[in-house]
C-alpha cells in the first residue's frame, strides 16, 4: 500500500458496517469478549414472537353442576337388646360396645334409647341442622312410614339410611334385610326393592352389619329392575294399554350412594377392646376409634403409659384447632382429603368430597373404616366403588401425628400449657415446596395441595401457604384447574374480608390467576363485595405497581360483560382511579388500566358518561404516543369501545366520537406496530356502522370519481420509485441490449400509492371530494347526507381505505371487512340510470374549513359542524318518475333505524385483549426473555454464546485476509448463479453464508459457500413495488431480513432462510414513510451523452443502526425519518434541506452522524444530536451526477471520514471537519455501482463498459473483472449492484442478465 494513503488503517477496527448494520468492532479492541453480548436485540419481544390468542386451556368442571345437602336422617337400629340372633355365635367376651354404651349396664329398652340418642348426636357433630328420626327395633311399617315422611320433607334433597342390624339375622341372598314384629316374637323380612321404593333418590345408605356386602350387589339389581319397569310402564301409556300415567321422571337409584361394613361373606369383628358398632365408630367418631386402635398396635409400646382409658382423658374440643383434640382432626381432615384427592378420579372426588358436607364427612371417614377394618379382615364396601387406600403413605403421616401427641399426652394432662403443636402442618408445606422447586406439568400433581387448603385455616401459617399457593398456579393453567378441583375457591374467596395488609399482594396474585383460567368467578366476587378488596388495592399508591396491575386485571375481569360487575366497580368509582394513575411508570400498569376501563364502558352508557365527565378520552390520548407498543395498543382499544358505548345518540355524543376517531387516525394510523393499528381498525369501525350513510354517501362518490377518469389525481407519494441500476444504465448507455427492459417512468407517475397517502393533506389530493358532492344529492341516496368536503367522515374514510393496503396482511385484511362492508351496500343498491336523471334537491350541510391542510393538529378543536343533526338525521325525499324501479332500501339506513337497534356486531376483533388476559395465565415468575439471558444453564443461552463465539471468530479470521487484499487481487469467482429476475440488492449476512438478493418485489437467499438457494419469495407488497433495501436485523443473534420496498412499505421476516423447511414468517411490516412530502424528480445526471428520465427515482433508502436499534429511512422524499425499534415510534424526521431526492444513506453506528447522498451530486452530513432543523452540519457539492453511495469509514486517528461516488466516476474524500474533499480518485468515466469495504482498505466499482474494477485506497486499479469463469467465460452482463461481506474481503455482484457472483481474494502471484 502507498505510505501516503490518507485511510491506511493499522487497527482496521474503527470502521462501520453500513448495510448489515454492524457498526461493529469500534470498541472491539477494549472489550474484544464482549462486543456481541452489549448489542442490543430487536423485535422480540412477545408481541412479536408468541401468537396473539387468548389461553388455550380447558377449563375442568371444578363448580358442581349443584350442590347438595343431606337434609333427612333415619336412624334404624335393630339391636333386641339381650337378644342375639340365631345366625351369629358370638365369643366369650364379645364386643359389646354399641355407640360407646355398653347395654349390659342398664336396662334393656333404656340400653336401646341411649343408644338411639348417642347415634343421633354422634352424627349431628357432622350434619348439626339434618332432620333425625330415630326408628328403635321397627316393624316394617314403621320403617315404611319413617321413610316415606322423611322424603317427602327432603323433596329433591338427600336422604340417609342407617341401618344396625347387630341384634338381627344377615341380610340375605335375595336382597332382604330383617326388622321386627310387634311382638318381636319373629324376625320380618324387609326387601331392600321396597326400601328403595320408599326412601327415593338422592339417597345414601349406611348397613352395619355382617355379610353388608349382599345389601350393596342387591341394591344394584334392583335398581335395574327399577328402570326397566319404569321403561314398561312409559311404553304402555304410549301404546294406551293402560289408564296409568309414569312417573314423572325416571328412577336414578344407580346412583344413591351406599357405605356396607363388610364384604358379602365377612363377619364383623368381635374383639371385646373395640365397640361392636366398628363401622359406625369409625364413620361419625373417627378420633376416637383412631386413637384406641393406635394404642392396641404392637408400635405404641414405644409410646409408654399410654393406656386405652387414658386416651378417653385427651383435653380439647373437636372444633378448636388450638386444643389437642381439635388438631389431631383437623390433621386427620387434612390427611383424608389428601389421600382421596390422590387416589381416586377427579369427578368422583368433586362429587364424593365436594358436594355434601355430611357424604364428605363420611367418605373421609370411610377411609379410616377401610384401613382399621381389614386388619380383622373385613374390607368394607362402598358405591361407587373407591380403590384401595389403607396402605397409602400418608398413613404414616397420620401414625406419626398420634405418636408425637400421645408422647406428651401425660405432661398435658399435667397441664395444657405444656402442649406443644404438632409439625405436620410445618413438614407438609417444606414437602409441598420442595416439590415446587422439582416439580412440573408431566410430574405427578403434589400431594399436599389438599393440605395446603387446609392450613389456609389458620393464621400462623397462612402467609407461607398462600405464598407457596401462589407459585403452584403460576405453573400455568393446568396448575389453576387442579387447585380448583381441590376445593381453593372458598378459601380464597373468604380470605378477601381479611384486612391483613400482608395477604394483599398474595391474594391479588392468586386471584390474577384464577381469573386468567376461569372469568366465570367474576359472578361470585361481586355477589361477596370481592370487587371492593381490588378496588381498595388499585387505589393504594403505597402498594407496589406490580400488584396494582394485577387489582386491574382483576376488575377488567370482573367487569368484563357482566352488567353486574360494570355497575358496581362504577359504584366504587373505577373510571377516578384508573385515570388517575395513567401516567404510571409502569407500562403493564397502565396497559391494564386502560383495558380496564376499555371493558368498564363496552356497552355501558353510564359508565361513558362518568368518563366524558373526568374528560377521559383526551386523557387517554397521551396515551396514544406512549413507548410501549402495548399500552398504545389499549388506549386505542379503550377509545373503541368508547364508541360504541353509547345506547343512545346525541349531537354530544356525536361531537366527541368525531374527535376520538380522527384523533386516532391522525395520531395512530401509521403507527410502526401492526399490533397498534389492528386496533384502529378494530376501534374505526364503531364509526363506521354508528354512522353507516355518512360512509355510504362518500362510497357513492369514490365510485362515481373511478367511472370517471377526469378527476383522477396524483398521489402525494407517487414518486417512489427507484432509479434502479437499469435505468442509470439506460442513463449512461442509450444503445444498451437491454434498455428494452427498463420501466416506463412516465406510467410509473400515474401509479398511485394509497397506503402512504398522507392522511393530514388528503384535501389536497383527493379530486372526486373538491366540490361538495352535487351528484350525490341527485342519486337515489337522496336521503343519505351529502356531505361537504374535508367532513370528519371522509378523512376517517380515506383514513380506512389507507389502511386496506396496509403492508402487513392482518391489518389490510380486517380494515378491508370494514370499508367492504360499506362497498357492498353501494353495489347492492347501485342506483338505476332513470333515477340518477330524475332532479332532486340536494341536502348540503356548510362546508367545514377546508383550507386546513392537516386535521386537529397541535391542540386544535374540531371544526364545528352546525348540522350535526342533519347528518344523523336527512329528511326524507320522495321520488318522482313514473319510470323510476324499486331500489334495494339503502334509504332506510340511517342512523335512526340504528338506535333501535341497540348494540352492533362487529365486522373485525382483534385477540390482542385476549392474548394479554393470557399473559396471567401462564408463568410471570419465569419470563422467556429474563431466562434466555440470565438463566445461564438455559439452552437459549448456550445457542447464543455458541453464536457469539462464532462471530468472534469469524471477526479474527477475517483481520488476516483484510491486511493482505492490499497486495493482491479481487478475482477470484467462488459462487455463480442465475436469479430468476435481474437483481437490484445485494448483501452480505456478517456471519452466516447467506447471499440476500432483491429483485423487483421478491427476495432470494443463497448459501454462497455451497451455492445451494434457500429461498425466494415475493415480499408480499403491491405487486408493482419493488424491493430497494435489504438489511440483517440482529446479524449477531439470530438474525431478520429487512426489506425496504419503493412504495414506502418496510417488511421484516423471520425464518428468512427457509429454515427445517418452514417458509419465512412476516415479523412486522409498516409504512416508513407516509406523510413525508415528496422531493422533486431527479434532474439529468450531467453525465455527457445522458438520456435520464425527469421520473428517475431513488426508491426507499435505509440504513439500520444495531447498537441504538435504529432504522434511518429516506429516498424520494424531503426527509430523513427515524424509527425507533424499541419503542416501534418515529424518533424524529430530520430534513433534508434538499428538493431532490435521497439516493444513499449511511449512519455512523454511535446514534450520532449521517451523511445523505442527493440526486443532485450533493452529499449532505448530519449531526442527530441537534434539534431536527439544525442537524443538518455540512453541505459538500463536488459531485455533478447521482451519488451512488456514501460510506464512513474510521481512521487509525479515530476521527471517522468519509468516501462518496457518483454516477461520473469520481470517487471523492471527505474529511468530516473541512469543508471539501480531502482526495478525489477518477475511476472510469461513468459507474453504475460502488461499494467500499468496511474494514479493508479496498472499493470497487462497476463501470458502463461491463467491467468491476477493484481499488486501493490511494487510487491504485488492483484488478478488472470482465468476464465469468470458466472455459470461454462469457463477459458479465452490466453491473447492478455491488456490496462487500461485512469483514471477510468478499465483493457479491449482480448484473442485470440476471446473474449474481461472488469473488474472493486471492495473493498477488
Known amino acids: 500500500m502507498v505510505t501516503g494513503d490518507l485511510f491506511y488503517s493499522p487497527t482496521m477496527s474503527e470502521s462501520v458496517d453500513n448495510r448489515n448494520g454492524n457498526k461493529h468492532d469500534e470498541y472491539n479492541n477494549t472489550h474484544p469478549d464482549d462486543v456481541d453480548w452489549k448489542l442490543p436485540i430487536a423485535f422480540n419481544k412477545p408481541r412479536h414472537t408468541a401468537t396473539i390468542e387468548g389461553v388455550n386451556c380447558i377449563t375442568q368442571t371444578w363448580r358442581m353442576k349443584e350442590r347438595m345437602k343431606t337434609v333427612s336422617v333415619a336412624l334404624v337400629l335393630c339391636l333386641n337388646v339381650g337378644v342375639d340372633p340365631p345366625d351369629v355365635v358370638k365369643t366369650q367376651p364379645c364386643a359389646r360396645l354399641e355407640c360407646w354404651i355398653d347395654p349390659q349396664l342398664m336396662s334393656p329398652q333404656k340400653a336401646l334409647e341411649m343408644i338411639g340418642k348417642n347415634l343421633q348426636l354422634q352424627y349431628e357433630r357432622w350434619q348439626p341442622r339434618a332432620r333425625y328420626k330415630q326408628s328403635l327395633d321397627p316393624t316394617v311399617e314403621e320403617v315404611k312410614k319413617l321413610c316415606t315422611s322423611l322424603r317427602r320433607n327432603a323433596k329433591e334433597e338427600r336422604v340417609l339410611f342407617h341401618y344396625n342390624g347387630h341384634g338381627v339375622p344377615k341380610p340375605t341372598s335375595n336382597g332382604e334385610i330383617w326388622v321386627f314384629n310387634r311382638t318381636y316374637t319373629q324376625y320380618i323380612p324387609l326387601s331392600v326393592y321396597d326400601l328403595q321404593t320408599w326412601m327415593g333418590a338422592p339417597s345414601i345408605y349406611v348397613y352395619d352389619c355382617s355379610n353388608a356386602g349382599i345389601i350393596v350387589d342387591s341394591f344394584q339389581q334392583f335398581a335395574e329392575q327399577h328402570e326397566r319397569e319404569y321403561e314398561m310402564e312409559k311404553q304402555a301409556v304410549q301404546h294406551n294399554r293402560t289408564a296409568g300415567v309414569a312417573s314423572a321422571t325416571a328412577p336414578s337409584y344407580k346412583n344413591c350412594i351406599q357405605l356396607a361394613a363388610c364384604a358379602a361373606s365377612q363377619i364383623l369383628p368381635m374383639n371385646p377392646d373395640l365397640p361392636a358398632d366398628i363401622f359406625t365408630a369409625c364413620l361419625t367418631t373417627p378420633i376416637t376409634i383412631a386413637l384406641r386402635w393406635f394404642v392396641m398396635q404392637n408400635t405404641s409400646k414405644l409410646v409408654p403409659k399410654v393406656s386405652l382409658d387414658l386416651i378417653d382423658k385427651i383435653p380439647g374440643q373437636l372444633s378448636d384447632r ?232 382483576v376488575l377488567a375481569s370482573i367487569v368484563n360483560n357482566y352488567p353486574a360487575g360494570q355497575e358496581a366497580a362504577l359504584k366504587g368509582s373505577l373510571v377516578s382511579i384508573c385515570l388517575e394513575q395513567l401516567g404510571d411508570p409502569n407500562p403493564l400498569l397502565r396497559q391494564w388500566l386502560c383495558l380496564c376501563l376499555a371493558r368498564l364502558w363496552h356497552n355501558y352508557d353510564a359508565a361513558r358518561w362518568c ?396 448459501d454462497w459457500q455451497t451455492g445451494t438457494r434457500l429461498t425466494y419469495c415475493t415480499s408480499r407488497g403491491s405487486k408493482m413495488a419493488r424491493v430497494t433495501a435489504l438489511g440483517f436485523i440482529n446479524s449477531h443473534d439470530v438474525a431478520l431480513l429487512m426489506t425496504g420496498s419503493d412504495d414506502g412499505s418496510v417488511r421484516i421476516w423471520k425464518n428468512y432462510c427457509n429454515m427445517l423447511g418452514r417458509d419465512p414468517t412476516l415479523l412486522t411490516a409498516w409504512q416508513a414513510l407516509a406523510d413525508a412530502q415528496p422531493a422533486s424528480k431527479s434532474p439529468s445526471a450531467g453525465v455527457p451523452g445522458s438520456t435520464v428520465h425527469n421520473s428517475a427515482s431513488a426508491g426507499l433508502i435505509t440504513s439500520w443502526e444495531q447498537r441504538s436499534l435504529t432504522l434511518a429511512v429516506t429516498g424520494d422524499v424531503r426527509i430523513v425519518r427515524l424509527w425507533d425499534a424499541e419503542t416501534e415510534l418515529k424518533k424524529q424526521d430530520i430534513p433534508t434541506g434538499a428538493d431532490i431526492c435521497a439516493t444513499c444513506l449511511d449512519t455512523d453506528g454511535s446514534g450520532t452522524l449521517m451523511a445523505l447522498g442527493c440526486g443532485d451530486g450533493s452529499v449532505r452530513l448530519f449531526d442527530r444530536r441537534l434539534p431536527p432543523h439544525e442537524a443538518r452540519v455540512m453541505t459538500w457539492r463536488e459531485h455533478t451526477a447521482w451519488v451512488l453511495g456514501a460510506y464512513f469509514r474510521g481512521t487509525a486517528t479515530g476521527a471517522p471520514r468519509l468516501i462518496t461516488g457518483s454516477l461520473s466516476g469520481d470517487i471523492r474524500f471527505f474529511d468530516l471537519r473541512k469543508n471539501s474533499s480531502v482526495n478525489t480518485v477518477q475511476t472510469a468515466q461513468g459507474i453504475t455501482a460502488m461499494a467500499v469495504h468496511n474494514v479493508a482498505d479496498i472499493f470497487t466499482c462497476a463501470s458502463m463498459n461491463q467491467c468491476i474494477s477493484v481499488y486501493n485506497m490511494s487510487g491504485q486499479n488492483l484488478n478488472a473483472i470482465k468476464s465469468y469463469e470458466g472455459f470461454m467465460g462469457t463477459r458479465i452482463g452490466p453491473v447492478s449492484c455491488l456490496n462487500f461481506h461485512p469483514y471477510r474481503v468478499v465483493l457479491a455482484a449482480g448484473c442485470m442478465d440476471s446473474s449474481v457472483s461472488v469473488y474472493a481474494s486471492e495473493p498477488r502471484r
Open 611 to 1006: 368518563g366524558v365527565r373526568d374528560i377521559a378520552h383526551e386523557k387517554l390520548y397521551t396515551l396514544l404516543q406512549d413507548p410501549i407498543p402495548e399500552v398504545r395498543a389499549a388506549a386505542v382499544y379503550a377509545l373503541g369501545t368508547f364508541i360504541n358505548s353509547v345506547t343512545k345518540r346525541s349531537e354530544h355524543a356525536n361531537n366527541i366520537d368525531q374527535i376520538i376517531a380522527m384523533t386516532l387516525i391522525n395520531t395512530v394510523s401509521h403507527d410502526m406496530s401492526p399490533l397498534v393499528r389492528k386496533e384502529l381498525v378494530v376501534a374505526l369501525q364503531w364509526m363506521v356502522l354508528h354512522f353507516e350513510n355518512s360512509f355510504v354517501t362518500l362510497a357513492v362518490a369514490e365510485e362515481n370519481s373511478r367511472r370517471d377518469p377526469v378527476v383522477e389525481t396524483l398521489s402525494p407519494f407517487t414518486g417512489m420509485r427507484r432509479i434502479g441500476s437499469r435505468d442509470r444504465l439506460k442513463i449512461l448507455s442509450p444503445n444498451n441490449a437491454y434498455g428494452t427492459d427498463t420501466t416506463d417512468f412516465s406510467q410509473d407517475r400515474m401509479k398511485r400509492v394509497s397506503s402512504s397517502s398522507s392522511i393530514s393533506s388528503l384535501g389536497n389530493n383527493w379530486e372526486f371530494v373538491r366540490k361538495p358532492c352535487e351528484s350525490i344529492g341527485q342519486s337515489s341516496f337522496g336521503n343519505l347526507p351529502s356531505l361537504s368536503y374535508g367532513s370528519v367522515y371522509m378523512k376517517l374514510w380515506h383514513g380506512l381505505c389507507s389502511l386496506d393496503s396496509d403492508p402487513h396482511p392482518s391489518v389490510a385484511t380486517m380494515s378491508q371487512k370494514v370499508t367492504n362492508h360499506i362497498r357492498n351496500q353501494v353495489k347492492e343498491c347501485s342506483v338505476p340510470k332513470e333515477v340518477t336523471e330524475a332532479k332532486l334537491p340536494s341536502i348540503s350541510l356548510p362546508p367545514s374549513p377546508s383550507s386546513r391542510a392537516s386535521f386537529l393538529t397541535k391542540g386544535e378543536s374540531l371544526p364545528t359542524v352546525s348540522a350535526t343533526s342533519e347528518i344523523l338525521r336527512p329528511p326524507r325525499v320522495p321520488l318522482h318518475g313514473s319510470r323510476t324501479r324499486k331500489t334495494p332500501p339503502i334509504n332506510t339506513i340511517t342512523e335512526e333505524a340504528d338506535e333501535v337497534l341497540g348494540f352492533k356486531n362487529p365486522l373485525t376483533t382483534s385477540l390482542f385483549v385476549e392474548w394479554n388476559c393470557a399473559q396471567f395465565a401462564q408463568p410471570v415468575s419465569l419470563e422467556s426473555e429474563t431466562e434466555s439471558t440470565n438463566d445461564i444453564e438455559s439452552r437459549a443461552h448456550y445457542e447464543r454464546e455458541w453464536r457469539y463465539l462464532r462471530n468472534k471468530k469469524q471477526r479474527r479470521d477475517a483481520k488476516e485476509e483484510q491486511i493482505r487484499v492490499a497486495r493482491g487481487r479481487l478475482e477470484s469467482q467462488v459462487f455463480h448463479t442465475r436469479s430468476p429476475q435481474p437483481p437490484e440488492v445485494v448483501t452480505f449476512h456478517p456471519f452466516d453464508k447467506h447471499l440476500a438478493v432483491a429483485a423487483k418485489d421478491c427476495f432470494g437467499i443463497w
Open 322 to 553: 388450638r386444643t389437642m383434640l381439635g388438631e389431631l382432626n383437623w390433621i386427620f381432615t387434612a390427611i383424608t382429603d389428601t389421600i382421596a384427592w390422590n387416589t381416586l378420579p377427579r369427578d368422583l372426588f368433586q362429587r364424593l368430597f365436594r358436594q355434601d358436607l355430611l357424604v364428605a364427612s363420611l367418605f373421609r371417614n370411610f377411609l379410616l373404616a377401610e384401613r382399621i377394618l381389614r386388619s380383622y379382615d373385613c374390607t368394607p364396601v362402598s358405591f361407587p366403588k373407591l380403590p384401595p387406600t389403607f396402605q397409602h403413605p400418608m398413613w404414616q403421616a397420620w401414625d406419626l401425628a398420634l405418636d408425637l401427641s400421645l408422647a406428651q399426652l401425660a405432661a398435658v394432662l399435667e397441664s395444657e400449657t405444656l402442649f406443644v403443636h404438632s409439625p405436620f402442618f410445618e413438614e407438609q408445606l417444606t414437602a409441598f415446596q420442595v416439590w415446587l422447586t422439582l416439580g412440573s406439568k408431566s410430574r405427578n400433581p403434589p400431594e399436599q395441595l389438599p393440605i395446603v387448603l387446609q392450613v389456609l385455616l389458620s393464621q400462623v401459617h397462612r402467609l407461607r401457604a398462600l405464598e407457596l399457593l401462589g407459585k403452584f398456579l403460576d405453573l400455568g393453567p393446568w396448575a389453576v384447574n387442579l387447585a380448583l378441583s381441590v376445593g381453593i375457591f372458598p378459601y380464597v374467596l373468604k380470605l378477601l374480608q381479611s384486612n391483613a395488609r400482608e395477604l394483599r399482594p398474595l391474594l391479588v396474585f392468586i386471584w390474577a390467576k384464577i381469573l386468567a383460567v376461569d372469568s366465570t368467578c367474576q359472578a361470585d366476587l361481586v355477589r361477596d363485595h370481592g370487587h371492593k378488596y381490588f378496588l381498595s388495592v388499585l387505589q393504594d399508591p403505597t402498594i407496589p405497581s406490580e400488584h396494582r396491575t394485577l387489582a386491574a386485571f
